[in-house]
């Protein structure tokens, strides 16, 4: 049975992915800064659950060790928004958001690599406002177009680990429930950029990743799954 730590893991899209490789048969670790929500999650699908902090290097080195008998896969969904102009940037914040989308996964690297089985993979999440800038997205699409680079470099520093992103549109994944009667518009707003008609799902997302943790022969690549809204400018 292959194993998976899914980072991010107790919530959104992390979750998600979760909850699908449970139930596709892998030995799934759920991964989050809020062991709580991460070992109620693993209580739910039949999984372990394990403290790790991208702004904390110590738990990365301490969930490495405790999973020290092998890893077949990791998918990174970490993040920490700073949707601000240049000229309201919080340098705290901001080093913040590199740490989760950048600095964080490289360091996965660097901890698991000596747990990380050849044949297996590392998924990062990239976002396609990295494809696609506007006022506020300063931060989060300069972090989103630096996890394309650092999946090419690290699948280079990695092999013959393959290592691959996901650059999601706009997807109603929970995260958004927190805008409450503003969410419908939002997403139908989303769906008018998109050359499908529609905004994402969660399942478009999550059935990238599992197709990517199969795909022997992709590394290197960032894959974009948000309708080809990267090609519509009207």
Do not use: C
Request: hydrophobic share 45%.
């Amino acid at each position: 049975m292959e194993r998976i730590l899914v980072i991010g893991g107790a919530r959104a899209l992390g979750a998600a992915v979760a909850r699908r490789a449970a139930k596709d048969g892998y030995d799934v670790v759920v991964g989050a800064r809020d062991l709580a929500a991460a070992e109620a999650l693993a209580s739910e699908i039949g999984a372990t659950a394990v403290r790790v902090d991208l702004q904390d290097e110590s738990t990365l080195a301490a969930a490495a060790e405790r999973l020290n008998d092998g890893v077949d896969h990791i998918v990174t969904t970490g993040s920490a928004p700073h949707d601000v102009r240049a000229t309201e940037l919080d340098r705290d914040k901001l080093l913040a958001a590199f740490t989760a989308k950048v600095v964080g996964p490289m360091l996965v690297a660097k901890h698991f690599a000596p747990v990380l089985r050849p044949t297996g993979s590392l998924v990062l999440f990239s976002g396609v406002v990295g494809w696609r800038p506007g006022p506020g997205s300063l931060v989060k699409g300069v972090t989103n177009g630096a996890v394309e680079f650092a999946a090419r470099h690290l699948a280079a520093d990695l092999a013959p680990v393959r290592v691959n992103a996901v650059s999601p549109g706009v997807v109603d994944s929970g995260l958004w429930d927190r805008l409450g009667d503003k969410k419908a518009a939002l997403l139908s707003k989303s769906a008018d950029k998109t050359l499908v008609g529609r905004h994402g799902e969660s399942n478009d997302i999550v059935e990238t990743v599992m197709w990517l943790l199969r795909a022997g022969f992709v590394s290197g690549e960032t894959i974009h799954v948000e309708g080809g809204s990267r090609h519509k400018f009207s």
